[in-house]
């Protein structure tokens, strides 16, 4: 079967930075997405992670184990806006449709 | 914007009755993908469909179906609704099926209330 498990609720301050982590088992792996989903909006792209290691975009980054089935989105300098829903994602093969994990519902406190 | 358009933005019906759902993909992309958002729930995949055919299948119940047409627009269709079937239908699209790199553009959504 396939399972991710994310946290699903954080908390954290304007300007600090936060790291929300995200577990999977899946059958395959062709890579993981992290997406943000604002409340009744559409999920937007925030990253894409296939080999192990640190990507880095901006005030986000993405981290990648494919051995321990762990990744973590890290998110700097914390603005009100990111308020949002960040959803993990992973792609178990190639074409195939995402499994989504059940979303980390992110508070930014001024 | 991301280039995927979902019609309509809102429907309100009745337990019982019948309703279809419409997407436009990105202009070039091939994969046409349903998900379910109910309140507070995480986006669970419904069916994917490939150059008009399908490819995959999710938690999709029998009383609903899909299809995707030759100028690669797709349905949803929804039948005997259900109050629980009330919940935020999204569509998303990808440039491909196979090979790499597939990130899938969501559409707005449409939520459908059912009373």
């Known amino acids: 079967g396939q399972n991710i498990d994310q946290p699903t609720e954080m908390t954290a301050t304007e300007g600090a930075i936060v790291q929300i982590n995200c577990t999977y088992q899946?059958?395959?792996?062709?890579?993981l997405f992290w997406y943000q989903q604002h409340a009744g909006e559409a999920p937007t792209f925030l990253s894409y992670?296939?080999?192990?290691g640190l990507e880095e975009k901006g005030r986000f980054s993405s981290f990648l184990s494919r051995s321990k089935g762990y990744s973590y989105l890290l998110l700097k300098e914390l603005q009100m806006k990111d308020s949002a829903s960040y959803l993990c994602?992973?792609?178990?093969?190639?074409?195939?449709?995402?499994?989504f994990g059940p979303g980390t519902r992110l508070s930014v406190l001024p | 914007d991301s280039g995927v358009t979902q019609t309509p933005k809102h429907l309100i019906t009745a337990t019982g009755q019948r309703v279809t759902l419409r997407c436009s993909p990105r202009?070039?992309?091939?994969?046409v993908y349903w998900y379910q958002q109910s309140l507070d729930q995480g986006l669970q995949f419904l069916i994917q469909?490939?150059?008009?055919?399908?490819?995959a299948k999710g938690n999709i119940l029998e009383r609903f179906s899909a299809q995707q047409f030759p100028d690669l627009h797709s349905e949803l269709n929804l039948s005997s609704l259900e109050l629980g079937d009330s919940a935020l239908y999204f569509c998303?699209?990808?440039?491909?099926?196979?090979?790499?790199?597939?990130?899938?553009?969501f559409g707005p959504g449409t939520r459908l209330t059912v009373l």
């Open positions: 469909y490939y150059n008009g055919e399908e490819r």
């Open positions: 992670n296939v080999l192990d």
């Open positions: 998303a699209s990808s440039p491909r099926t196979s090979g790499g790199y597939n990130e899938q553009f």
């Open positions: 899946t059958s395959g792996f062709n890579g």
């Open positions: 202009s070039g992309d091939l994969s």
């Open positions: 994602a992973v792609s178990p093969n190639y074409g195939q449709n995402f499994v």
